[in-house]
């Protein structure tokens, strides 16, 4: 498993964060939303290659699995932490 595996994983946490941030309009803020997002692109990936090995068929499917795995773990963070007050009900 090379570097440029973990660096894409990551890239896609970054911006798998960055937008489940943005639409789900959290009361975090967008650096939690990255960090978080990171951490479960990297997990995910990494988890998927340890279970299923790694050949280049396994780094595609890694590269889905990173994003859902960032996105579940966003959508967690989602439900404990509330979200913003609606301003838009004046």
Do not use: R
């Not at 890694?62 to 960032?70: D, F």
């Amino acid at each position: 498993m090379g570097a440029t595996l973990w660096i894409v994983w990551a890239i896609i946490g970054v911006i798998g964060g960055y937008m489940a941030g943005k639409l789900l309009h959290t009361a975090h803020s967008v650096v939690l939303d990255v960090c978080v997002g990171v951490c479960g692109a990297l997990l995910g990936g990494w988890l998927l290659v340890v279970f299923f090995g790694n050949n280049e068929n396994m780094q595609v499917f890694s590269l889905v699995t990173s994003a859902v795995a960032c996105a579940i773990l966003l959508w967690v963070l989602s439900l404990i932490l509330p979200g913003k007050p609606d301003d838009d009900d004046d």
